[in-house]
């Protein structure tokens, strides 16, 4: 059995990931669940998968956790502080590593178990979009394995090649035919709605998404197409695009997960209900069929497949984010902490919808491209970037 860490286990991604668990309970030991604050969340999941070791990245809730557990029968260890998470994690105990904590905060420990060489399902894709070239040299280097969970990237890797999907970071697309990568998005909530009502969109109809449930950032995301434009990043870091073989197009029934072109001009689809657990049990297989527990499509049943292309009026972010993404690390570093800030603040009620956007350009603007040499110098300027963005909204943004 392979030992498992699953980072993030209390969100949506853990959830997803510990019902594939429940239905292949021979696959994977269960070695280490991490999450922030969901001490009774977590104490639930000690109860019923009984990992080695826990991790609370919150100080209180390790302690209340640790209490729980004292007064428990189980023996899972609490792990100190960040710096026992990372070791672990680096550690002969783990062999492969559920990476899902939301945002930046995940990019430490995801990037210590790809130094450590370790088979990385990858949901986390904040940690790709601040690090995108240093992430992929990291996993060269230490031979660690990529297996894309993000449904989009799942359903790419699924349509290459063998030779593609084991060249995951530098892949030689045009060698293997292929012509286009082809990211699909449903355009979330609002695709329908009048644009000059959107500064009227609460958080609660943001995070109502039509087709996919998710954890509350993603759903915003999501909703702005925020999602799409990281995961257009996220694209051009693992399977190594030029801007001319990376296209999104809208597809609202999220039924295609997303496309290959090949040159010959047959388009290889992924298609499926729209479940987390369909990519997440094909990684855990290791390209196996195995149980998901997710019913079969229902072709009869399912609405007509439309496709558009998108507008950038009405979606800004997936515009800034792909101007971002050809700018280098140091603009979609900035692009993703400056947009952590404004989805926080907008689901605060601090600031409305349309200035989410508003907020990612001004913060980008403040500063001039540089070239970016370390992940501690990524993270000075996700801190530089974060700052600044909450200066804003101080300034000039209050709703
Ligand atoms: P979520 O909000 O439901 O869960 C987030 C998890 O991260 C929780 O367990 C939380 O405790 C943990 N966490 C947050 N900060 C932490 C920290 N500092 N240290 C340790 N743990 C921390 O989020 P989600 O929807 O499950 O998304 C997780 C990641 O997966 C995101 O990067 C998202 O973009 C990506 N993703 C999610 C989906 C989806 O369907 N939910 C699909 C594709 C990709
Ligand atoms: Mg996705």
Redesign the pocket.
């Known amino acids: 059995m392979k030992k498992l860490a699953i980072?993030?286990?209390?969100?949506?991604?853990?959830a997803s990931t510990l019902s594939v668990c429940r239905f292949n309970p021979d696959l994977y030991d269960i070695t280490l669940l991490?999450?922030?604050?969901?001490v009774d969340k977590m104490f639930e999941l000690c109860l019923e998968f009984k990992p080695t070791y826990v991790s609370m990245?919150d100080q209180h809730a390790r302690l209340a956790l640790f209490h729980l557990l004292q007064n428990s029968q189980l023996s899972c260890q609490v792990l100190d502080d960040e710096a026992s998470l990372l070791q672990l994690l680096a550690s002969d105990e783990i062999d492969s590593v559920m990476a899902?904590?939301?945002?930046g905060?995940?990019l430490k420990s995801t990037l210590a178990a790809v130094q450590s060489g370790k088979e990385i399902f990858l949901?986390?894709?904040?940690a790709l979009v601040m690090s995108g070239a240093l992430f992929v040299e990291a996993a060269s280097r230490s031979g660690a394995k990529l297996w894309p969970?993000?449904?989009e990237h799942n359903a790419i890797f699924q349509a290459l090649s063998p030779t593609l999907q084991q060249t995951i970071g530098v892949c030689d697309l045009p060698a293997e035919g292929v012509s286009k990568i082809l990211l699909t998005g449903s355009g979330g909530p609002f695709l329908e709605r009048e644009l000059d009502t959107f500064s009227l969109i609460t958080p609660a109809q943001a995070v109502n998404h039509p087709n996919?449930s998710?954890?509350?950032?993603?759903s915003v995301d999501s909703a702005t197409m925020m999602n799409k434009g990281l995961e257009y990043i996220e694209a051009r870091w693992l399977f190594n695009t030029s801007a001319e073989q990376l296209q999104v197009i809208i597809h609202p029934q999220s039924v295609i997960h997303s496309m290959v072109q090949y040159k010959d001009g047959s388009v290889i689809a992924q298609i499926g209900n729209p479940d987390?657990r369909v990519p997440i049990a094909y990684v855990m297989g290791g390209k196996a069929r195995i149980d998901s527990g997710v019913p079969p499509f229902d072709f009869f049943s399912s609405k007509d497949f439309s496709f558009a292309e998108p507008d950038y009026n009405r979606y800004p972010c997936l515009k800034l984010a792909i101007d971002a993404c050809y700018e280098g690390q140091h603009a979609t570093t900035r692009l993703n902490a400056a947009n952590e800030v404004a989805v926080e603040a907008f689901l605060e009620n601090k600031i409305k919808f349309t200035q989410i956007p508003q907020l990612i350009e001004q913060v980008l603007n403040l500063s001039g491209n540089q070239q970016v040499e370390s992940i501690d110098h990524l993270f000075e300027i996700d801190a530089e970037a974060k700052l600044q963005a909450m200066k804003l909204i101080k300034r000039d943004f209050l709703c």
């Open positions: 980072l993030g286990a209390t969100g949506s991604i853990g991490a999450a922030s604050v969901s990245s899902a904590i939301v945002g905060a995940g949901a986390n894709k904040e969970v993000d449904s996919w998710m954890g509350q950032k993603i987390m």
